[in-house]
């Protein structure tokens, strides 16, 4: 119950901070799509991420059209990342593939979102 508050907490912060009209996707959508991965991303879902996980996780890619949209995926990820305590980011890395997509960048803290393309 409490990781439902920090995700309901998390959107509507993102959707406060993301000003409307700079993207087509927000934080917000970004969020909200992954949210069935937190579980998995800190360990506790197992060794395959759940099918929620991963439809979220294909929604998002098939929302990701532009560059811009790309990018705010990018920083919103990282963002998120930091509002959840004990991120494994060897399982986030692992999530695109895992769930049959691929992704043009590498999810982690140390990737510089202004580079994705």
Do not use: H
């Not at 912060?13 to 934080?27: I, K, N, W």
């Not at 959840?84 to 895992?98: D, K, Q, T």
């Amino acid at each position: 119950m409490a990781g439902l508050k920090l995700v309901c907490g998390l959107v509507l912060f993102m959707s406060v901070v993301e000003p409307m009209g700079t993207a087509a996707l927000s934080c917000g959508d970004v969020v909200s799509q992954t949210a069935a991965c937190i579980g998995y991303m800190q360990s506790r879902g197992g060794n395959r991420p759940p099918s929620g996980c991963c439809n979220g996780v294909r929604n998002l890619n098939r929302l990701a059209r532009t560059t811009r949209d790309r990018q705010t995926v990018c920083r919103c990820l990282q963002t998120a990342a930091k509002a959840f305590s004990g991120i494994n980011y060897g399982l986030v890395e692992s999530l695109p593939a895992r769930c049959g997509v691929r992704v043009p960048l590498k999810i982690n803290p140390s990737t510089d979102c202004n580079r994705v393309r």
